[in-house]
């Protein structure tokens, strides 16, 4: 049986190395807060108002636009090597679980990362380099969130190196 990670691999198209390539340079202190929540705001702004495929800006309707903001840029900051922001306020990340009540599909994941590397384009304080690890990493946590749904019915506990923290910039 392939594990979630070789599934998420396959999928994406990003081998495991490539997709934690985030670890080996500390984002955040390379990009520092303010990015990050550029980043963020960018993107929920274009999921928020995707009038193009309205099924899947339905899928955030019971969600308050600010909070899933907040929700985001803190758990980048935390993975990116910042202080474990949303750790402190909500717990730990358990990706997949918090992604439960979601349709986490192919489709799903593709749409959100077209919002996703838009958001990136847009968001000025971010180098090439920065850029191509940071969508290596959301692509290949996408499929591993889509391999993660495929759990949805079993009561399995699984290991989650995507929401992993890193050391604290000091």
Same mark, same amino acid.
């Given at each position: 049986?392939?594990?979630?990670?070789?599934?998420?691999?396959?999928w994406?198209g990003?081998?495991?190395?490539?997709?934690?390539?985030?670890?080996?340079t500390?984002?955040f202190?390379?990009?520092g807060?303010?990015?990050f929540?550029?980043?963020?705001?960018n993107?929920?702004?274009?999921?928020?108002?995707d009038?193009?495929?309205?099924?899947?800006?339905?899928? *955030?309707?019971?969600?308050?636009? @600010?909070?899933?903001? /907040? &929700? +985001?840029?803190?758990?980048?900051?935390?993975?990116?090597g910042? #202080?474990?922001?949303?750790?402190?306020?909500?717990?730990?990340?358990?990706?997949?679980g918090?992604?439960?009540?979601?349709?986490?599909?192919h489709?799903?994941?593709e749409?959100?990362?077209?919002?996703?590397?838009?958001?990136?384009?847009?968001?000025?304080?971010?180098?090439?380099?920065?850029?191509?690890?940071?969508?290596?990493?959301?692509?290949?946590?996408?499929? *591993?969130?889509?391999?993660?749904? @495929?759990l949805?019915? /079993? &009561? +399995?506990?699984?290991?989650?190196?995507?929401?992993?923290?890193? #050391?604290a910039?000091?």
């Amino acid at each position: 049986m392939q594990s979630l990670q070789e599934k998420a691999s396959q999928w994406s198209g990003v081998h495991t190395a490539d997709a934690f390539a985030i670890d080996e340079t500390n984002l955040f202190q390379k990009l520092g807060l303010q990015t990050f929540i550029n980043l963020s705001t960018n993107f929920y702004t274009r999921v928020y108002d995707d009038e193009e495929e309205e099924w899947f800006r339905s899928i *955030f309707a019971n969600s308050k636009k @600010e909070e899933a903001i /907040q &929700n +985001q840029y803190e758990f980048f900051v935390q993975r990116m090597g910042g #202080p474990p922001l949303y750790s402190q306020r909500k717990g730990h990340p358990a990706l997949i679980g918090r992604h439960r009540p979601f349709p986490v599909t192919h489709q799903a994941a593709e749409r959100w990362l077209h919002h996703m590397e838009k958001a990136l384009e847009t968001t000025p304080d971010i180098d090439a380099d920065s850029k191509v690890k940071m969508m290596n990493f959301f692509r290949h946590t996408a499929f *591993f969130l889509v391999a993660g749904d @495929e759990l949805k019915n /079993q &009561n +399995q506990q699984v290991p989650c190196k995507h929401a992993a923290s890193k #050391p604290a910039a000091s």
